[in-house]
């Protein structure tokens, strides 16, 4: 029997979903049956990572713990070897910390966890189903667990298309550019049919493997949100819209009421005895203006770009979501839009480009106050409103791959890495970037209808979803059972209770125990997404 | 006793055959030592970030330092032939 049903809304927010549960002028009420799970129930705002993207956050929701913990910060790892910087991708396996479908699993509870991010390859005693999310469709097959489950799905799920439903690399990318109106409506309704596969998947396995657990994630929020959120944030609504602004609500509006009727079916499936939760992995917002960082930096004086022949190589190297600099002449520098931080290179021995490690702290002061006394040419407003080190807010294992600084924007944006100037640049219209507040909810047996209850942290998501499903809060665990979501009589009934720490998986001993000695990382990136030569 | 270049291109050709067994790629014949990525299987950059990882998992269960096979001389390299990561393979069992 399913007893707890756990719906990942990416990117989720408020703002978005407080509009589509009430009735609109002239557009109706666009998600009924969530509009009665939230007249039913509870919810909060769930504060995210530090640094409100997709992996970490995910994996927070997955883990119970923060990123300086579980180690993963961004979509792409770097390693610096002083005169290079090689990069490669997260995946499952640079996560060190138990998930919780293992957690799950190990105490004897089927799971399903489908289009998570970073669940491939998945643990290989897991006993339940696994379908990756981020993952091309070419290579859905080979990493979905277990294998013989992908077979199932394609022959037994009428419609059932890989390129529908996974990862498009190039598309994806799409997210974080501007689009033409044209582009951008596409954008929106190529989600449509990649949400309608995911339903299909879900509700095949819902309905026919019964887990105790099941968990599904539609990631199209977020996507449609980064490119189309002048169509969905009332505030950005035009008095006297133009026919592509009415083209382009209308299709935001389908992805919504679809999602609705997806929503639906699964926890009808699900059964009146499940508890129903739902998460974003951040929220969302206007972002306005665009921050060069590295060229800022490179004014400063704390970077170098890298030489460009003029070579179509180069050219594309230099367009890159990936710094392209002379490593031999940069002291701070950002490396991927995504992670919204500065690192600090710091002489490995003497000889070596950076800067000296004694020299750390006062040169980590004076670029803080570098970053801090850049104003908006336009407004006079400061840019970045916060740095955060990371110390102070990645602190465990893995603090010391955070970036150095983690910068908050003005806006909440996410910098550019680009070579152009000038530094800080108007939008010319207002684009969706992720806000640290995304949504945190409950319905069913067991829950109040207690509507807004307090803030939750985002490493409360997994304790709240182990306790759902009768077991004990790992000790490790950072986050707690979120007891607002629960009745009294449940409460009492079934106090949360602190269990043993969280295990290390199986295949991670054994790369250590083979690793040993090895100092080199593995670079598995060639010409990774054509970005790199 | 570690596996030689000739026991790791098998092991590939098995790996391979499986990896690419629903990709849309216009190569027929039976794969050999010398059938190259991307020329021959229509190999995409994304595909070999997949690639290492499964040959990590399935092949040497292991990690390996695949940046001496992927990089030369500071660029990445055009294509791979079967051959070219089997004898790097063996290299790294032997070493």
Same mark, same amino acid.
């Given at each position: 029997?399913?007893?707890?049903?756990?719906?990942?809304?990416?990117?989720?927010?408020?703002?978005?979903?407080?509009?589509?549960?009430?009735?609109?002028?002239?557009?109706?009420?666009?998600?009924?049956?969530?509009?009665?799970?939230?007249?039913?129930?509870?919810?909060?705002?769930?504060?995210?990572?530090?640094?409100?993207?997709?992996?970490?956050?995910?994996?927070?929701?997955?883990?119970?713990?923060?990123?300086?913990?579980?180690?993963?910060?961004?979509?792409?790892?770097?390693?610096?070897?002083?005169?290079?910087?090689?990069?490669?991708?997260?995946?499952?396996?640079?996560?060190?910390?138990?998930?919780?479908?293992?957690?799950?699993?190990?105490?004897?509870?089927?799971?399903?966890?489908?289009?998570?991010?970073?669940?491939?390859?998945?643990?290989?005693?897991?006993?339940?189903?696994?379908?990756?999310?981020?993952?091309?469709?070419?290579?859905?097959?080979?990493?979905?667990?277990?294998?013989?489950?992908?077979?199932?799905?394609?022959?037994?799920?009428?419609?059932?298309?890989?390129?529908?439903?996974?990862?498009?690399?190039?598309?994806?990318?799409?997210?974080?550019?501007?689009?033409?109106?044209?582009?951008?409506?596409?954008?929106?309704?190529?989600?449509?049919?990649?949400?309608?596969?995911?339903?299909?998947?879900?509700?095949?396995?819902?309905?026919?493997?019964?887990?105790?657990?099941?968990?599904?994630?539609?990631?199209?929020?977020?996507?449609?949100?980064?490119?189309?959120?002048?169509?969905?944030?009332?505030?950005?609504?035009?008095?006297?819209?133009?026919?592509?602004?009415?083209?382009?609500?209308?299709?935001?509006?389908?992805?919504?009421?679809?999602?609705?009727?997806?929503?639906?079916?699964?926890?009808?499936?699900?059964?009146?005895?499940?508890?129903?939760?739902?998460?974003?992995?951040?929220?969302?917002?206007?972002?306005?203006?665009?921050?060069?960082?590295?060229?800022?930096?490179?004014?400063?004086?704390?970077?170098?770009?890298?030489?460009?022949?003029?070579?179509?190589?180069?050219?594309?190297?230099?367009?890159?979501?990936?710094?392209?600099?002379?490593? &031999? $002449?940069?002291?701070?520098?950002?490396? #991927?839009?995504?992670?919204? *931080? =500065?690192?600090?290179? !710091?002489?490995?021995?003497?000889?070596?480009?950076?800067?000296?490690?004694?020299?750390?702290?006062?040169?980590?002061?004076?670029?803080?106050?570098?970053?801090?006394?850049?104003?908006?040419?336009?407004?006079?407003?400061?840019?970045?409103?916060?740095?955060?080190?990371?110390?102070?807010?990645?602190?465990?294992?893995?603090?010391?791959?955070?970036?150095?600084?983690?910068?908050?924007?003005?806006?909440?944006?996410?910098?550019?890495?680009?070579?152009?100037?000038?530094?800080? &640049? $108007?939008?010319?219209?207002?684009?969706? #970037?992720?806000?640290?507040? *995304? =949504?945190?909810?409950? !319905?069913?047996?067991?829950?109040?209808?207690?509507?807004?209850?307090?803030?939750?942290?985002?490493?409360?998501?997994?304790?709240?979803?182990?306790?759902?499903?009768?077991?004990?809060?790992?000790?490790?665990?950072?986050?707690?059972?979120?007891?607002?979501?629960?009745?009294?009589?449940?409460?009492?009934?079934?106090?949360?209770?602190?269990?043993?720490?969280?295990?290390?998986?199986?295949?991670?001993?054994?790369?250590?125990?083979?690793?040993?000695?090895?100092?080199?990382?593995?670079?598995?990136?060639?010409?990774?997404?054509?970005?790199?030569? | 006793?570690?596996?030689?270049?000739?026991?790791?291109?098998?092991?590939?050709?098995?790996?391979?055959?499986?990896?690419?067994?629903?990709?849309?790629?216009?190569?027929?014949?039976?794969?050999?030592?010398?059938?190259?990525?991307?020329?021959?299987?229509?190999?995409?950059?994304?595909?070999?970030?997949?690639?290492?990882?499964?040959?990590?998992?399935?092949?040497?269960?292991?990690?390996?330092?695949?940046?001496?096979?992927?990089?030369?001389?500071?660029?990445?390299?055009?294509?791979?032939?079967?051959?070219?990561?089997?004898?790097?393979?063996?290299?790294?069992?032997?070493?």
């Amino acid at each position: 029997m399913t007893t707890t049903l756990f719906i990942g809304l990416d990117g989720c927010t408020y703002t978005v979903l407080d509009q589509m549960t009430r009735e609109l002028p002239g557009e109706g009420l666009t998600m009924p049956f969530m509009k009665s799970l939230m007249e039913r129930g509870v919810r909060a705002k769930l504060r995210s990572t530090p640094n409100p993207l997709t992996p970490p956050a995910w994996t927070s929701i997955m883990t119970g713990k923060g990123p300086g913990e579980h180690g993963v910060f961004d979509f792409i790892r770097a390693e610096d070897h002083g005169g290079e910087v090689y990069w490669t991708l997260y995946d499952a396996r640079d996560i060190d910390s138990e998930i919780i479908w293992a957690i799950l699993s190990r105490k004897g509870k089927s799971v399903a966890a489908l289009n998570f991010p970073l669940t491939a390859p998945a643990p290989e005693d897991l006993k339940g189903s696994i379908v990756p999310g981020f993952i091309p469709a070419k290579h859905l097959r080979r990493n979905t667990h277990p294998r013989e489950l992908f077979e199932r799905i394609k022959q037994q799920i009428p419609g059932f298309d890989p390129k529908e439903l996974a990862w498009d690399f190039d598309k994806e990318k799409q997210a974080m550019e501007s689009l033409s109106a044209d582009e951008t409506a596409k954008w929106v309704r190529y989600h449509l049919p990649r949400e309608e596969q995911w339903f299909k998947v879900a509700e095949f396995i819902l309905k026919n493997d019964r887990p105790d657990v099941m968990a599904v994630m539609f990631d199209g929020t977020d996507k449609i949100q980064h490119q189309a959120w002048p169509w969905l944030d009332a505030a950005l609504l035009k008095a006297e819209p133009t026919e592509h602004d009415r083209e382009m609500r209308a299709v935001c509006l389908e992805y919504f009421r679809n999602l609705d009727g997806y929503i639906e079916k699964l926890v009808t499936l699900a059964g009146p005895e499940a508890q129903v939760f739902f998460a974003s992995d951040h929220g969302f917002t206007a972002s306005t203006f665009v921050l060069r960082i590295n060229a800022y930096l490179a004014e400063k004086g704390y970077l170098k770009w890298a030489e460009n022949d003029g070579s179509e190589q180069a050219i594309r190297r230099e367009a890159s979501d990936f710094a392209n600099l002379d490593w &031999a $002449q940069t002291t701070a520098y950002c490396r #991927t839009p995504s992670s919204n *931080g =500065i690192h600090i290179r !710091v002489a490995a021995k003497p000889g070596d480009p950076g800067i000296q490690p004694k020299d750390y702290e006062s040169f980590r002061e004076r670029l803080i106050a570098d970053l801090l006394a850049l104003r908006d040419p336009d407004s006079g407003e400061p840019v970045i409103v916060d740095v955060l080190k990371r110390e102070d807010w990645f602190p465990g294992q893995h603090m010391n791959r955070a970036c150095d600084l983690t910068l908050v924007l003005r806006d909440h944006g996410f910098v550019s890495i680009r070579n152009l100037t000038p530094a800080v &640049a $108007q939008r010319p219209q207002a684009i969706g #970037t992720h806000h640290p507040d *995304g =949504i945190f909810m409950a !319905v069913g047996p067991g829950i109040p209808a207690a509507g807004m209850v307090g803030l939750r942290q985002i490493v409360d998501v997994a304790p709240t979803l182990l306790y759902s499903a009768g077991l004990p809060v790992p000790a490790d665990f950072e986050g707690a059972a979120a007891e607002s979501f629960f009745t009294a009589e449940q409460l009492t009934a079934r106090p949360p209770k602190k269990g043993a720490r969280t295990r290390v998986t199986e295949r991670r001993q054994l790369g250590q125990e083979m690793d040993a000695g090895e100092k080199k990382q593995i670079i598995e990136q060639l010409q990774m997404l054509g970005y790199m030569e | 006793m570690p596996l030689s270049s000739d026991d790791y291109t098998q092991k590939l050709i098995t790996l391979l055959e499986d990896f690419t067994q629903d990709w849309d790629h216009d190569y027929r014949g039976a794969m050999q030592r010398d059938t190259r990525l991307f020329a021959d299987l229509a190999f995409e950059s994304i595909d070999i970030i997949q690639l290492v990882v499964a040959i990590q998992e399935e092949v040497l269960r292991a990690k390996a330092p695949f940046e001496k096979l992927l990089m030369r001389e500071g660029r990445y390299v055009d294509d791979l032939s079967i051959g070219q990561i089997a004898d790097f393979l063996a290299v790294q069992a032997a070493g």
